[in-house]
T-cell receptor, first 113, second 112 residues
Framework: GESVGLHLPTLSVQEGDNSIINCAYS??????FIWYKQESGKGPQFIIDIRSNMDKRQGQRVTVLLNKTVKHLSLQIAATQPGDSAVYFC????????????FGSGTRLLVRP | DTEVTQTPKHLVMGMTNKKSLKCEQH?????MYWYKQKAKKPPELMFVYSYEKLSINESVPSRFSPECPNSSLLNLHLHALQPEDSALYLC???????????FGPGTRLTVT
């Protein structure tokens, strides 16, 4: 079935280093992708999104890369801070570009001081 | 105002109780969503309302009953729940398809 998966369930990085969280998606018809950050006890928080007509999009300290050839999505966080520690989910909007977001299984980012 | 609010924050209910979860947004968004999230899992879509009409029902059991009284409000009525229904229930809203979904803080539901 359709799925969005993550390669690493847990990523541990040193404070100040760059973090890269990867995501593989299976639906080549998806035209919208989004990254969320979820801290313990809170709802998912929007980080950045990208549409399929783009390869790269930058925000404040974050960059999303989309490789449609290999159906791969990545989130890069520059100068990782302790406040970045959370679970990160990628999501795609699926075959019929509907309202439904298909979430990946999540990656926990741990930032070591 | 880019906030989605949800009440209550926590809810404990017995299997014979009837309760409701409430969600509100004032961003003028035309789509609203209910998700269920179990611990260490991603959110799972339950329902989508578009322009106040039910657009998607992900085969959710009838003990969960959504309602959209107006474009800013979304309710989830609960009746005869099971312990396995205990989870974090998230509400979200978006401008339309393929747009950022803004999530609320969730309601932590425990069914005893």
């Amino acid at each position: 079935g359709e799925s969005v998966g993550l390669h690493l369930p847990t990523l541990s990085v040193q404070e100040g280093d760059n973090s890269i969280i990867n995501c593989a998606y299976s639906n080549s018809a998806s035209d919208y992708f989004i990254w969320y950050k979820q801290e313990s006890g809170k709802g998912p928080q929007f980080i950045i999104d990208i549409r399929s007509n783009m390869d790269k999009r930058q925000g404040q300290r974050v960059t999303v890369l989309l490789n449609k050839t290999v159906k791969h999505l990545s989130l890069q966080i520059a100068a990782t801070q302790p406040g970045d520690s959370a679970v990160y989910f990628c999501a795609e909007n699926g075959r019929d570009s509907s309202y439904k977001l298909i979430f990946g299984s999540g990656t926990r980012l741990l930032v070591r001081p | 105002d880019t906030e989605v609010t949800q009440t209550p924050k926590h809810l404990v209910m017995g299997m014979t109780n009837k309760k409701s979860l409430k969600c509100e947004q004032h961003m003028g968004h035309r789509a609203m969503y209910w998700y269920k999230q179990k611990a260490k899992k991603p959110p799972e879509l339950m329902f989508v309302y578009s322009y106040e009409k039910l657009s998607i029902n992900e085969s959710v059991p009838s003990r969960f009953s959504p309602e959209c009284p107006n474009s800013s409000l979304l309710n989830l009525h609960l009746h005869a729940l099971q312990p396995e229904d205990s989870a974090l229930y998230l509400c979200a809203s978006s401008q339309g398809r393929a747009d950022e979904q803004y999530f609320g803080p969730g309601t932590r539901l425990t069914v005893t």
